[in-house]
């Protein structure tokens, strides 16, 4: 698949949402100009997948209180050389949460987040260029806890901001509630 596909997602979201232009042009730069960009290796950033679970209803969001993070964010991760971001994200939050049958619930990008991550033992400061997709689980909506993370939680989507004040997360929460037109699943 190569860098074409997320290419051409990002350009459609852009065109869907015109006032993050300026985050998405950055965003289209930066796969552009790293052929490496879905590699953990690339020390200045890489680009990650991410997963904002709805439940049935459409009403609770499922979150991770990240370990390393120490915040309540959506579950996703490292893409590890799969240029598949969708495929990465669903992955990824299927893993996290031990919940199956994800379905997309949204047409295409669903939001993308550029992001600083602080130095660890696990190597420098670099950013994590998120693109993410929205999926309603369709089965049991019964999680387990992983390994990265201190808890999950289904989180009431109009509670959001008791839990977590990040502009991002909120920013989904408002795409969620007002979708542009035809985009929702």
């Known amino acids: 698949m190569g860098r074409e596909e997320i290419l051409r997602q990002l350009r459609d979201y852009r065109s869907r949402w015109p006032d993050e232009s300026e985050t998405v042009g950055r965003f289209i730069d930066f796969v552009s100009s790293h052929s490496d960009c879905f590699e953990r290796q690339l020390q200045m950033g890489h680009v990650t997948g991410s997963a904002w679970v709805v439940n049935r209803a459409g009403t609770h969001v499922?979150?991770?209180?990240?370990?390393?993070?120490?915040?309540?964010?959506?579950?996703?991760?490292?893409?590890?050389?799969?240029?598949?971001?969708?495929?990465v994200a669903r992955r990824e939050a299927e893993e996290e949460s031990g919940l199956q049958g994800l379905v997309p619930a949204w047409e295409g990008l669903f939001d993308v987040d550029v992001h600083r991550i602080?130095?660890?033992?696990?190597g420098p400061e670099h950013f994590h260029w998120d693109a993410r997709y929205a999926f309603r689980a369709t089965g049991s909506e019964a999680y387990r806890v992983g390994e990265e993370s201190h808890d999950l939680a289904w989180i009431g989507i109009e509670s959001l901001e008791s839990v977590t004040k990040e502009e991002s997360m909120l920013r989904m929460a408002r795409k969620w509630r007002e979708p542009p037109a035809p985009s929702r699943g």
């Open 62 to 87: 499922l979150l991770t209180h990240h370990k390393k993070l120490n915040l309540w964010v959506q579950l996703g991760g490292h893409a590890d050389g799969d240029s598949d971001v969708f495929r």
């Open 118 to 122: 602080p130095a660890s033992r696990e």
